[in-house]
């Protein structure tokens, strides 16, 4: 397997530096996920800005960690699902919420549940869904808007997902508590 360095801001292509400035201002430090991307400028952009982008959209973030997570475990990512249960806890989002998506139990509530169902129907269908699903999910009140900002979630979760598969991303010391 071909090794993936974990750039610094010092070994970075020139086109990332900028791009790692804004991961540490907005994380803190450089996550190992990005730190792999910086390899490909275009990537590390692609996955800062469909990451705001999701972040930004209509859903609330209970609703955003439940399509993270399912899609995470689905991909069965070693990374991502520590580092979004990380993200679920400062999001205040309840634990037992993200360790049901884990473990792929039941959710709290229909709606989180059809949320869930409909997302993995559009990873695992390639963007196929059945009528009975797409009329639950605007039964529980998602509405088309909702439907396209999963897709927004799944771009970002196949960028990362499918890199940390590949880099084989070690995970960073402040996510493995959530491992």
């Known amino acids: 397997m071909t090794e993936f360095h974990l750039h610094s801001y010092d070994s970075a292509p020139e086109q990332s530096k900028p791009l790692l400035e804004k ?10 996920l990005h730190a792999v991307m910086a ?10 800005e469909l990451h705001n ?8 973030d209970e609703e955003k960690t439940v399509i993270w997570q399912a899609i995470n475990v689905a991909h069965e990512c070693h990374y991502c699902i520590p580092a979004h249960s990380l993200i679920a806890h400062v999001m205040n989002v309840p ?6 998506l884990i473990e792929q139990a039941p959710l709290p509530n229909r709606r989180l ?13 390639r963007g196929h869904i059945t009528s009975s699903t797409l009329e639950n999910f605007f039964g529980e009140g998602y509405t088309k808007q909702n439907l396209l ?3 927004v979630g799944v771009a970002q979760k196949v960028m990362s997902n ?10 960073d010391k402040r996510f493995k508590e959530f491992v």
């Open 23 to 32: 991961s540490k201002a907005a994380f803190g430090s450089i996550p190992n």
């Open 39 to 48: 390899e490909a400028p275009s990537a590390l952009a692609a996955y800062q």
């Open 53 to 60: 982008l999701f972040l930004n959209t209509s859903l609330t």
């Open 95 to 100: 634990s037992a919420l993200n360790q049901a």
């Open 113 to 125: 549940e059809v949320l869930r169902k409909i997302t993995l129907e559009i990873v695992r269908n």
């Open 149 to 151: 900002e999963i897709i």
């Open 162 to 171: 499918y890199t940390n598969h590949i880099a084989d991303t070690p995970i």
